[in-house]
């Protein structure tokens, strides 16, 4: 006898213990027969109160109780009705549902408020709310469920928020408390694809200050291409700004929404940058969904190409990734490096007789450490982000978002002690970490599924991150808007409609705490 069955049978043997289940072979069986019944609340002093339940609120609860018997019909036809008339309440049920189903620990913990938080803590420890809610059935249906959303199935590891955490709710000495039902213990029935391989750049030409050198520095002579969407283009603008060296080398930035390079050819099916005016209509998604601004990009002053595909196909045959930062060199007509890690040091020595700066990002008594230092940052979180987000399994997601957090929190103990990463002085490791932790809360928690923590909850990473945000010029390296249409817009294995979320725009202009680090040494821009 299966479980609905041996339900059944006890309630036709015991009517009066299980006044609280609703037979019914149909949900409008079910619905019928609610609506004639009476649920009885036990007061704390007054006796016992009656208000009938009406459809609408039986319709809306059931939608609070988890399944407990794994199929969606039965579910329906023996809906548990928990909780007394003072519980009954339509809103207070619909917002249960919606934090505890719904909400990430992050935005549970930022966006939700006191008394919210305290509610849903008091409503999960009731016994049997407690026995209606698997979080890991909830997620395994969401996540493998809807594959048009998720295609591979990935369940994130996080939140992990604790509803059996203290709340303050029994402060409320008048509330008319709910008179439970024992109920049935319901038993819960408990390759490879895609992997991100980051390809080496194979454009490694260096500019050198020798006015003999291949690449000599000199002004107007190179142009940098980049997208604000991109966080290794990124550090390169951001050092180009701190540097002050954009009098003197040109800039182009690509529509942050990736198109398809070679629309004509059926066969081709590449989507890559593409420069765009930024009056022109915006550009809906490679699979036609969406409507993106094109504000604050702009065309190619220099090659007047359409894709940086093009650029590439100018000097070399051989296919490659076709990707941003680009430096281009002018007067040779040729790309000078891809490489961002090259670039920011380019930037940061080579342009010093023309542009003179106290800046040194790579100072040489620090060099071994920040090489250290941007190992570990690029390979656990810089690019551990990216292979947890491109992870064609559960397997694969589960080994890269362990690196992902491990990183983050060894980055949060060094900057609980030193208000930069090496040497208690800004350096390229937080020029580079910074375009990682910019876009983790906005992007990475949901896009890329890294919603076990987020850089919000990290109290030194947290203000690290302003404190970098403030620093002159920084802030103009940072196009929200422009990452979020990339991440959202152009990954459509991830997201097929394009959906942009909202939230939850956070406000890196607050005051930060990282002064209390008296001994730093701030770095100077003149």
Known sequence: MDEYAAVMERWAKNPDEMDY????????????AVAKWEFKSETDDSGVDSTPVTVERFCLLQLTVANPMGEPHKCEASVVLRLAQPFLDAGKQVCYMALVCGGEEAKWDTHRSAEQKMYVRDIYQMPPITKS?????????????????NPFGIVPAGPGVDFTRPHDRNR?????LPRFLQIPEWGASNKFRLWLNKPASKFRNFIERSSSAAFPAET????????????????????????????IIGLSVVHPLMQRTRPDNKKDTHTGWTFVDPATTPLSGPTGFGSYS?????????????????????????????????????KKNTIVSNDSADIVRMFNSAFNDLVPSKLDLYPEELRSEIDEVNDWIYNDVGHGVYKRGFAGTQELYDAAVANVFAGLDRAERILSENRYLVGDRFTEADLKFFPTLVRFDEVYAVHFKANKKLIEQYPNLSNYVRDIYQLPRMAETVNMQHIKIHYYG????????????????????????????????????E
Not at 172 to 176: H, Q, Y
Not at 231 to 243: E, G, I, N, Q, T
Not at 301 to 313: A, G, P, S
Not at 515 to 523: C, E, G, H, K, V
Request: glycine share 2%; charged share 20%.
């Open 294 to 330: 094109s504000k604050d990009c702009t065309p190619d002053t220099v090659n007047n190409v359409r894709f940086i595909r093009d650029l590439y196909e100018r000097c070399t045959p051989e296919k490659t990734a076709y990707s941003v930062p680009l430096l281009w060199d002018k």
């Open 133 to 149: 809610v698997d979080i890991q059935q909830i997620k395994l249906h969401y996540y493998a469920s809807h594959t048009h959303l």
């Open 21 to 32: 289940w609703v037979p019914a072979s149909s949900t409008s069986d079910a619905i019928d």
């Open 490 to 525: 152009s990954h459509t294995h991830l997201n097929p409609f394009g959906i942009i979320p909202t939230g939850p725009k956070i406000d890196f202009t607050r005051s930060h705490d990282r002064d209390r680090f008296t001994n730093a040494i701030l770095p100077a821009f």
């Open 172 to 176: 409320f000495k008048n509330a008319a």
């Open 220 to 247: 107007n002579r190179y142009h940098l291409y980049i997208s604000y969407a991109c966080p290794w283009a990124s550090r390169c603008l951001s050092a180009l700004y701190l540097k002050r060296l954009d009098g």
